[in-house]
């Protein structure tokens, strides 16, 4: 029993010897993420849309974000329904080593089925860092049209794209309005002696959005025909995340037509702008005795419209009349003037004491509150000088009182005389 116990003993002192060892060799700031970092994606697929009962290429990139390289990787295509894989030969891709830094671009051809409908489709991406390891997978989305309409009408972006708000802050949701018109004038057209139609067709219609703004309506895809003059509206809803900078961004406004060759793309701007609004004191910020009357310019400093305007005014032991004073709609650059009463409510008050400046205003239908300012709230004893002229208005009164006894006494002597 003795020698077991000494044999158990020596097997586990050698494994904490080679744990020690390993641990020596080992880099001390070893995590998961110096390993290779995959990032999947689809570049391109062509033609765009998908066309109907014909076969696209689809181009899918894969990136090596990490710090070690990938020993044996491997891309392996999944797609549903309306899409199949031209062979099963080509449905996996050993692209082997990838180092980091570096991406690789693997090429892979479905075919869309002929009995597909118009709208999406998808596809899977299956990606294995190494041989016998894990499979990761992503979705992708490929849109499904048709090349084979006739229709000759060319659908045309009318007017500007109509944006509320027109400016928006960072953290608002807006929308986008766009018409499209059908520019033909008849309702045929004759080319090389064969006549066409002239009605339009919407068979995708897509607005995607870029770092900081964010699209959260899906693509349109129409069934119908546009004729002659006719129009049609579309409205996408967009968000400004919280901390996009400043500035203009540029929107795809993508079109597929009645076929390829009436495809459109327009690029639109976006601007984002946290300005808002201003209040600026216009008289001295000081109670006299205990009150005063305060006066502040208020300017909305953003491009377009604020609704919805109201200040604010807090400060320890004061009370505000009107609490919150409501201005209403302001332009862009418009000033109003406010007057608001301060008067001290306790006796126990510390000045100067902070002034806090709130302003509420809506952008579109964005609410937003926010300070604007804070300054320093003084406070003057003045002297009461009512008691003060009144006297002096009496001893005023005494003397002209006198004056005219003592001219009344002497003109009373002359006459005796």
Do not use: C
């Given at each position: 029993m003795l020698g077991k116990y000494r044999d158990r003993m020596d097997r586990a002192l050698l494994f904490l010897f080679v744990v020690l060892i390993l641990s020596l060799f080992m880099p001390a700031n070893?995590?998961?993420?110096?390993?290779?970092?995959?990032?999947?994606?689809?570049?391109?697929?062509?033609?765009?849309?998908?066309?109907?009962?014909?076969?696209?290429?689809?181009?899918?990139?894969?990136?090596?974000?990490?710090?070690?390289?990938?020993?044996?990787l491997s891309v392996r295509i999944v797609p549903e329904y309306p899409f199949s894989i031209d062979s099963s030969d080509n449905e996996l891709v050993n692209i082997g080593i990838?180092?980091?830094?570096?991406?690789?671009?693997?090429?892979?051809?479905?075919?869309?089925?002929?009995?597909?409908?118009?709208?999406?489709?998808?596809?899977?991406?299956?990606?294995?860092?190494?041989?016998?390891?894990?499979?990761?997978?992503?979705?992708?989305?490929i849109r499904v049209g048709s090349d084979t309409f006739d229709s000759k009408g060319t659908l045309q972006l009318s007017g500007t794209p109509l944006k509320?708000?027109?400016?928006?802050m960072p953290g608002d949701t807006g929308t986008i309005s766009f018409t499209l018109r059908n520019s033909a004038t008849e309702y045929t057209i004759t080319i090389d002696d064969e006549?066409?139609?002239?009605?339009?067709r919407i068979q995708s219609a897509s607005l995607n959005g870029v770092e900081g703004?964010?699209?959260?309506?899906?693509?349109?895809?129409?069934?119908?025909?546009?004729?002659?003059?006719?129009?049609?509206?579309?409205?996408?809803?967009?968000?400004?995340?919280?901390?996009?900078?400043?500035?203009?961004?540029?929107?795809?406004?993508?079109?597929?037509?009645?076929?390829?060759?009436?495809?459109?793309?327009?690029?639109?701007p976006v601007k984002v702008d946290s300005s808002s609004v201003?209040?600026?004191?216009?008289?001295?910020?000081?109670?006299?005795?205990?009150?005063?009357?305060?006066?502040f310019d208020v300017a909305n400093i953003h491009p377009n419209t604020l609704s919805s305007v109201s200040v604010e005014l807090e400060a320890e032991g004061i009370e505000f009349s009107p609490s919150e004073y409501f201005i209403g709609s302001m332009d862009a650059d418009?000033?109003?003037?406010?007057?608001?009463?301060?008067?001290?409510?306790?006796?126990?008050?510390?000045?100067?004491?902070?002034?806090?400046?709130?302003?509420n205003y809506r952008?579109?239908?964005?609410?937003?509150?926010?300070?604007?300012?804070?300054?320093?709230?003084q406070h003057h004893v003045v002297a009461d000088e009512s008691g003060t002229g009144a006297h002096i208005a009496f001893v005023l009164l005494v003397v002209i009182g006198a004056g005219a006894y003592i001219l009344y006494k002497r003109r009373m002597k002359k006459e005796q005389e």
């Amino acid at each position: 029993m003795l020698g077991k116990y000494r044999d158990r003993m020596d097997r586990a002192l050698l494994f904490l010897f080679v744990v020690l060892i390993l641990s020596l060799f080992m880099p001390a700031n070893a995590s998961a993420a110096d390993g290779a970092d995959l990032k999947v994606s689809v570049l391109k697929y062509e033609p765009i849309p998908a066309e109907i009962g014909e076969y696209v290429t689809v181009w899918v990139k894969v990136e090596n974000l990490g710090y070690a390289k990938a020993d044996d990787l491997s891309v392996r295509i999944v797609p549903e329904y309306p899409f199949s894989i031209d062979s099963s030969d080509n449905e996996l891709v050993n692209i082997g080593i990838l180092s980091p830094d570096n991406a690789a671009v693997e090429e892979f051809r479905l075919y869309t089925d002929a009995a597909a409908n118009q709208g999406v489709g998808t596809i899977e991406v299956f990606y294995q860092e190494d041989s016998g390891g894990t499979w990761f997978k992503k979705e992708f989305d490929i849109r499904v049209g048709s090349d084979t309409f006739d229709s000759k009408g060319t659908l045309q972006l009318s007017g500007t794209p109509l944006k509320e708000p027109e400016v928006l802050m960072p953290g608002d949701t807006g929308t986008i309005s766009f018409t499209l018109r059908n520019s033909a004038t008849e309702y045929t057209i004759t080319i090389d002696d064969e006549q066409y139609d002239t009605n339009a067709r919407i068979q995708s219609a897509s607005l995607n959005g870029v770092e900081g703004v964010k699209v959260t309506t899906g693509s349109y895809y129409g069934n119908g025909l546009i004729g002659p003059g006719e129009s049609v509206d579309l409205t996408y809803n967009i968000e400004i995340d919280e901390d996009t900078p400043d500035g203009t961004y540029y929107l795809d406004f993508s079109i597929v037509g009645s076929s390829h060759s009436y495809n459109n793309n327009w690029r639109i701007p976006v601007k984002v702008d946290s300005s808002s609004v201003r209040v600026i004191p216009s008289k001295p910020l000081a109670l006299e005795n205990g009150e005063v009357v305060l006066e502040f310019d208020v300017a909305n400093i953003h491009p377009n419209t604020l609704s919805s305007v109201s200040v604010e005014l807090e400060a320890e032991g004061i009370e505000f009349s009107p609490s919150e004073y409501f201005i209403g709609s302001m332009d862009a650059d418009e000033l109003f003037t406010i007057e608001i009463s301060a008067k001290a409510v306790s006796e126990d008050i510390s000045f100067p004491v902070d002034l806090v400046v709130n302003a509420n205003y809506r952008n579109g239908l964005n609410e937003h509150t926010e300070q604007v300012d804070v300054r320093q709230l003084q406070h003057h004893v003045v002297a009461d000088e009512s008691g003060t002229g009144a006297h002096i208005a009496f001893v005023l009164l005494v003397v002209i009182g006198a004056g005219a006894y003592i001219l009344y006494k002497r003109r009373m002597k002359k006459e005796q005389e």
